[in-house]
Every structure is written in structure tokens, then in C-alpha cells.
């Protein structure tokens, strides 16, 4: 299939500069962990309070395109009672939707995980459209383990297919598909390993997209960083994770592709901010880069507001200042 042109623009919206997307989808599972690592208390009203106090920022839309929200978050509204949906667009945010279903158990290759989530996406597309959706995320994950030789190619394969049939399905919806396939940081392996590890990955998923049919041009790419895990005893420098990066998505992202958002992925505000950085400051490449950050942009909103109405003005501040920081690095002006 083609994309058609209003894609082909929903996709040049979002990549466009100086601005990035915010990942506010986390499942409420995940915002619980948050939250009581807080002592904050947790539920759909304090949820909604707290992505209340992100979207309501003060220049919020100069630095955000495009919000992915999760299913509880797309159906709720505002403190004065406008649905966030029409909140964001009338910013000019669009709205994105998180579909996947999260992660299970890969049968017979524990502890590999596979996403679940294609059973009934097409009628669900067809709802999130409806209340103003105009793109959406998938999420596969992949964990680095030498001694267990993981991943292994079966949940690389397994996951991707998934990964590019729903893509098929959300552009057939007429949404922007994002594609998600993260490299877990977690672990104590090598960049080089790490780079090996994406290349692969990523070499799967366009083989795949392309074979699916899927329109690139109508196609968001977002990616890990490559650099050395969490616990490895040598840590990536900006410099470092900026060349490999840069050397594997030269290598396997066709220029096709609409353009490429970094995920954080469990690194500090600071570390993920440094890294887009340098990223940006290695070359001009064929494709837009930019950010689609969760914690390394709310962390420091999330531990200043911790649940407090005193609080919310001050988080507020903590949030925008991390947003410019990354609005500058995507072009590697810090």
C-alpha cells in the first residue's frame, strides 16, 4: 500500500523543528511504580491531575508536536472539562495512542518477551481515530544477555512481524504508525555489543516493513541509543554512543523513512539530553532526528510536584526546563 499525503504530513508535523514528541503513555502499571516510589498516591484522578499538570504547561506546544497517550488518558479531560484530545489539538499537538497491549512471556524462550495487542486493533484504530488520534506506538522489547545469547533471532523475528503487520493496520486507519523496537539498557553489555545487537534489529524490521508493503515515508522510527549497558564497567560517552548510533542508522534506516525519535531508555535526564546532543552534532542526516522522551523529561516534574497542588507551578517549570534542553540538543546547539 501508499501512504497517502495527509501521512505523509501528520509525519513531517511531528518531526518538525525545534520540537519533539511526549511519551505519556505509560500504563497505569507503570505510573503505579512511579507514583509510590513517591509515597504519591495512585489512581485515574491522580493520573489524570498529573498528565493535567504536563499538557497544561506553560509553552508546552513550543517544544512538543505530538503527545502518545494511553487508553485511560485519551478518555479523560482537563480540570475546566475539555477533553484532553481537543485540549492538544487546539494547541496544534496532535494526538497519538499507545496500541500494543504490553509485553508477555515469549513461550518457550523465557525470559524473552513478545507484545500482544494485534487481536482487535482494527477496530479499535477505527475508535482512537474517531476521537482525534492521528498516530500511534508499538512497543517491542529486547534484552542483551552474552551468556544466554539473547536475543535470540526467533524473538527478534517474532516481534518484528507483529511490529510490521500493525503497522500495515495503522496506516490502512489512515494514522502514522510509530515503530518501536527498544534494546533494553539493562545489563552489563558492551557498545559494541549493543551496536551489534541494534543493527540486527533494525535490519529485521525494515526487511519486514518493506515485504508488509508499508509506506516509509508515512513511518516514524522510534529508536534505542547505542551505548554499554547500565551496569557495564565502561560507560558510554556522548561521543561514543553519538558515533555508533549514527553508524548503524546510517547503515540500516532507508532515507525513506519519515524520521527517527530517540526513546531514553532508563537514562538520566541529563545522560539522555547529552547523548541527543552529540547525536545531532555528528552530520546532517537523510531523515529529521529528534526526541520521544518519558521519564528523562518528567522525572524531574514528577519528584518536584509529588502529588501536591502547592507543587504544580514549580513542576510545571522543572518539565519546560528539560523540554528546551532537548528542543536545543535535537539540533546540537547545547
Not at 529486547?142 to 524473538?155: E, G, V, W, Y
Not at 551496569?231 to 553508524?247: H, I, M
Not at 518519558?294 to 510536584?305: F, G, I, K
Request: a positive charge; charged letters at 25%.
Amino acid at each position: 500500500m501508499s501512504a497517502n499525503s495527509d501521512l505523509a504530513k501528520i509525519a513531517k508535523d511531528l518531526m518538525a523543528d525545534p520540537r519533539g514528541l511526549l511519551a505519556a503513555d505509560e500504563s497505569n502499571k507503570s505510573a503505579e511504580k512511579r507514583f509510590a516510589a513517591l509515597r504519591i498516591p495512585s489512581s485515574p484522578e491522580m493520573r489524570r491531575r498529573y498528565r493535567h499538570l504536563l499538557f497544561t504547561a506553560p509553552n508546552f506546544a513550543q517544544y512538543i508536536s505530538g503527545v502518545i497517550l494511553y487508553d485511560e488518558t485519551i478518555r479523560q479531560k482537563t480540570n475546566s472539562g475539555i477533553k484532553f484530545t481537543k485540549y492538544l489539538r487546539r494547541q496544534g499537538i496532535a494526538v497519538g495512542i499507545k496500541v500494543d497491549k504490553g509485553l508477555v512471556p515469549f513461550t518457550n524462550f523465557e525470559p524473552e518477551t513478545i507484545t500482544e495487542g494485534l487481536d482487535g486493533l482494527a477496530e479499535r484504530l477505527d475508535e482512537y481515530y474517531k476521537m482525534g488520534a492521528r498516530f500511534t506506538k508499538w512497543r517491542a522489547a529486547f534484552q542483551i544477555d552474552s551468556k544466554l545469547r539473547l536475543p535470540t533471532a526467533a524473538a527478534i523475528h517474532a516481534n518484528l512481524n507483529q511490529m510490521a503487520r500493525y503497522a500495515c493496520l495503522v496506516q490502512s486507519a489512515g494514522m502514522v504508525p510509530i515503530v518501536e523496537p527498544e534494546v533494553l539498557y539493562e545489563g552489563n553489555h558492551s557498545l559494541e555489543t549493543c551496536e551489534q545487537v541494534v543493527s540486527q534489529v533494525l535490519r529485521v524490521l525494515f526487511d519486514l516493513l518493506i515485504a508488509y508493503r508499508v509506506d516509509l515515508k508515512g513511518v516514524i522510527l522510534k529508536t534505542s541509543m547505542v551505548l554499554a549497558g547500565h551496569d557495564s564497567s565502561r560507560p558510554s560517552s556522548p561521543s561514543d554512543v553519538a558515533k555508533a548510533t549514527v553508524r548503524v542508522l546510517r547503515q540500516r534506516v532507508p532515507k525513506e523513512v519519515a524520521g527517527i525519535v530517540f526513546l531514553s531508555g532508563g537514562q538520566t535526564p541529563r545522560q539522555a539530553t547529552e547523548d541527543l546532543n552529540a547525536i545531532a552534532r555528528a552530520g546532517k542526516e537523510p531523515w529529521p532526528i529528534s526526541f520521544s522522551y518519558s521519564r528523562a523529561v518528567q522525572e524531574p516534574a514528577l519528584s518536584t510536584w509529588r502529588g501536591k497542588k502547592r507543587n504544580i507551578a514549580p513542576a510545571q517549570i522543572a518539565f519546560i526546563e528539560r523540554l528546551a534542553l532537548n528542543s536545543l540538543a535535537r539540533d546540537g546547539q547545547l
